[in-house]
């Protein structure tokens, strides 16, 4: 039992019991008997009995000293400095490394093992934002980003976040929030109709069953979707089998989507306990009718039951569309569901021009977007319609008591649309952003990627060592460089490992590209040429270094099966051996380029004499052929042939060369070759 004395003055009643108050851990009993004390205008010395606590009971009693809590007057002054860092975070992002250069689990070791048992000082915590976090962080909204997508941002929807941040609201239900709740359906119903699409999806028209409703992300849209054709298709096979297992039942469903649609779709159909079967694609990359129509008679011929199609406006890989109006058209005929998934390529349906892509949406069962890829909306905010709501409340529906509300039958709640009980503001920031930029706005701003996307295609187009594969109809490019995948991969490797551009790769039909997206929501032409120097740049290193391009000295470039020696009566590759040697000479070559091309792997594979003629010998031997020729027609030929052999019983792809790359060979060259 502890004693506490406390001295109280009249004089001090007021600046006394301020200090009192803060400057300790008092127990609540402790400091209500203080208040009495001080209002009764008396000195004396008076002993407090705290009752027998338990440890939990008795720290849950305590107040925090002044430094370990946030009051709103610290609020006030740490959001002005946020609000400060991060408008200098955006404004200055270029200086910064686009792509973090650290290995996996690297803040573990800057960061303690234990959490702290006493509150640290704000001051402490910015300064290892910065320190500690910064440095792994990747800056999606960097000049110099143009990996996956646009990160939708803008400073009026981080303002509505913290609004709704603020707000606190959980808005499951109507009765929970009725403002959370009305303004989600009045947004989607805005989007809807900036998008045109059509009424029956549109949660006021008169009369209709359709509604929409912001999830967390289009993987939860198409798995929603997945989910509630499912539960339908279920209670038909269940009224024409009642006897049969559900198991059963639904071992028979099988699902589609294209080949190049989002990882989501195969991982919905993993979730959901079905058969996703992927459909082979155009040469555009597009699903059509024809082979979805036999993949689905493939499937009845065995006896499976065709139920759902994922469709794709602007698919990952390629930003390709699958065509709808052929595919609703077998839907339609078929009694399947028809999902959309248009998570960044829905975003252009505010645009009219674009607007030919809602050719067979007539048949569209659900359709999402997400404003949060390409509409200055922060994450997390995907919209989706459904036709029917009905069909979707009925597949996810739960209403225990505690739940349930008075308004229920009048009202939405969007707790029985969604997977997840608990449900953020989300359409506040909706609601911020388009009153803001205007509908017009948006508009210009998705114009402007297209236009960026349209300056780097031309760029690649203007130069033959590329080729662009798919259409550039958006804001996404994919290239790749003419030849073997590696080519291609050691290009992007060396971009990315650079911290110049981030980019990422696609698989399109065996080939490797590079997808070009344009994300910054401040791009401009000179971004975009940026960007080409610096591929431009990486490329002339890869293309050095690759044998394919060293082919006059290709003997040279063999692996260690191989013994070569060259003997000249006149310079080779002269413009080449020349930068060499000043080079060498001067000692410009940087660590970046030791390993980049004839500047770089010459010098430890070539020795040079005074008349620049280079040497070259590989170690082991196990044979030796030699052969020699001199300026007779046909001998460079020849000696093409014998290395083509080569190459096909080697399957280093290091050792390619092209008929095209072998330059012609100096009318006064004289070379002595020994191939082992």
């Known amino acids: 039992m502890r004693i506490i004395c406390l001295r109280v003055a009249a004089i001090l009643k007021g600046r006394e019991k301020k200090d009192l108050s803060s400057s300790t851990l008092l127990p609540a009993e402790t400091q209500e008997r203080e208040e009495d004390i001080t209002a009764s205008d008396t000195t004396k010395d008076i002993e407090v009995q705290e009752e027998p606590t338990s440890t939990l009971s008795h720290l849950g009693n305590q107040r925090l000293l002044p430094h370990q809590i946030m009051d709103s007057t610290d609020f006030k002054q740490r959001s002005r400095e946020m609000t400060d860092y991060i408008t200098e975070y955006l404004q200055n992002i270029k200086e910064r490394r686009v792509l973090p250069d650290v290995e996996p689990g690297y803040l573990r070791k800057l960061l303690p093992e234990e959490a702290p048992e006493s509150g640290e000082k704000w001051e402490s915590i910015m300064e290892d934002v910065e320190t500690k976090i910064m440095p792994g962080v990747t800056h999606w909204q960097h000049p110099r980003f143009h990996a996956y997508f646009p990160a939708g941002n803008s400073y009026p929807s981080i303002l509505a976040d913290m609004l709704s941040d603020a707000i606190g609201c959980i808005g499951f239900s109507w009765a929970a929030s009725p403002a959370?709740?009305?303004?989600?359906?009045?947004?989607?119903?805005?989007?809807?109709?900036?998008?045109?699409?059509?009424?029956?999806?549109?949660?006021f028209t008169e009369g209709g069953k359709g509604g929409g409703v912001i999830q967390g992300s289009a993987s939860e849209c198409t798995l929603v979707s997945l989910l509630a054709a499912r539960a339908a298709a279920l209670r038909k096979l269940k009224e024409k089998y009642p006897d049969e297992e559900d198991g059963v039942l639904l071992s028979k469903l099988v699902a589609y989507c294209s080949k190049q649609s989002h990882s989501s779709m195969e991982k919905a159909g993993i979730i959901a306990f079905v058969k996703m079967r992927q459909v082979q694609t155009d040469e555009k990359y597009s699903m059509r009718g024809a082979e979805l129509a036999e993949a689905i008679r493939n499937d009845e011929e065995k006896g499976l039951v065709p139920f759902f199609v994922g469709a794709t406006l602007g698919t990952t890989g390629s930003c390709a569309f699958d065509n709808i109006e052929e595919i609703g058209e077998i839907c339609g005929e078929k009694n399947i569901w028809l999902h959309v998934d248009g998570a960044y390529g829905g975003n252009a349906l505010i645009c009219p021009e674009f607007r030919y892509l809602l050719k067979g949406f007539e048949h569209v069962h659900s359709f999402n977007f997400n404003p949060n890829k390409w509409m200055l909306v922060n994450f997390d905010c995907s919209v989706m319609w459904v036709r029917d709501k009905r069909v979707l409340t009925n597949a996810f529906?739960?209403?225990?008591?505690?739940?349930?509300h008075e308004n229920e039958d009048e009202a939405i709640d969007y707790r029985h649309w969604t997977i997840p009980l608990s449900r953020r503001f989300r359409s506040l920031k909706l609601w911020f952003v388009i009153r803001t930029f205007g509908v017009e706005g948006l508009r210009k701003y998705i114009r402007n990627h297209v236009k960026l996307a349209k300056l780097f295609e031309s760029l690649v187009r203007a130069d033959d060592r590329y080729e662009i594969l798919g259409d550039v109809t958006l804001g996404l490019v994919c290239f790749r460089l003419k030849g073997q995948n590696s080519l291609t991969e050691s290009l992007l490797k060396r971009i990315n490992d650079s911290g110049k551009l981030h980019m990422v790769p696609a698989n399109l039909n065996g080939k490797y590209v590079i997808r070009f997206a344009v994300c910054h929501q401040n791009a401009v032409d000179d971004d975009i040429k940026y960007s080409w120097d610096v591929v431009l740049k990486y490329t002339d290193k890869v293309l050095r270094r690759s044998p394919t391009k060293n082919v006059a000295m290709f003997g040279a470039f063999m692996d260690n099966k191989y013994s070569a020696m060259h003997s000249t009566s006149a310079p080779l590759m002269p413009s080449v051996l020349?930068?060499?040697?000043?080079?060498?000479?001067?000692g410009e070559s940087t660590d970046e380029e030791k390993d980049d091309g004839p500047v770089g792997r010459l010098p430890r594979l070539f020795s040079f004499s005074d008349e620049k003629r280079p040497t070259f010998r590989l170690k082991n031997?196990?044979?030796r052929r030699r052969t020699s020729f001199s300026n007779q027609p046909g001998e460079l030929k020849n000696l093409q042939d014998e290395y083509r052999k080569l190459k096909l019983n080697n399957n280093d792809n290091n050792n390619v060369f092209y008929d095209k790359d072998i330059p012609e060979r100096p009318a006064t060259l004289q070379r002595r070759m020994t191939i082992t």
Not at 397 to 404: A, E, H, K, W
Request: one cysteine or more.
């Open 578 to 586: 020349e930068r060499l040697s000043e080079e060498r000479e001067s």
């Open 397 to 404: 529906s739960v209403n225990p008591l505690y739940l349930q």
């Open 180 to 203: 959370c709740t009305e303004l989600e359906t009045v947004m989607v119903d805005w989007l809807g109709r900036m998008m045109h699409l059509p009424k029956q999806l549109l949660p």
């Open 621 to 623: 031997p196990p044979l």
